[in-house]
């Protein structure tokens, strides 16, 4: 299982950026992927999550300006982020649980993070 994260940068404060993240999950299934975020000097926290049948949560701080969607393969995330502030500077990792089946336990995947930088 291979996650691979793209699209961060630099963008002054209310601008947006989109992260993708592609997973390579041969012999898999992937039942939730998330996007969690590690400023400096703080711990990683989640930011966005999907579930594999579409449903969706965000934390408090990002509602209303994040969207977290999915592809029809179901093996790439996408974070949508408006409306940036300086307090969303961070590294961006992408998160993926993944089973071999119903009646196997689920692993957890990371992915390799993208820095995301907002100015003011």
């Known amino acids: 299982v291979q996650l691979q994260a793209f699209g961060g940068g630099l963008v002054q404060a209310g601008g947006s950026l989109r992260l993708s993240c592609a997973a390579s999950?041969?012999?898999?299934?992937?039942?939730?992927m998330a996007w969690h975020r590690q400023a400096p000097g703080k711990q990683r926290e989640l930011v966005a999550g999907?579930?594999?049948?579409?449903?969706?949560n965000y934390d408090d701080s990002v509602k209303d300006r994040f969207t977290i969607s999915r592809d029809n393969a179901k093996t790439t995330v996408y974070l949508q982020m408006n409306s940036l502030k300086p307090e969303d500077t961070a590294v961006y990792y992408c998160?993926?649980?993944?089973?071999?089946?119903?009646?196997?336990?689920?692993?957890?995947?990371w992915g390799q993070g993208t820095q995301v930088s907002v100015s003011s």
């Open positions: 999950v041969s012999g898999f299934r992937i039942n939730s």
């Open positions: 999907i579930t594999s049948g579409g449903s969706t």
């Open positions: 998160n993926a649980q993944v089973t071999r089946g119903p009646y196997y336990p689920s692993y957890s995947y």
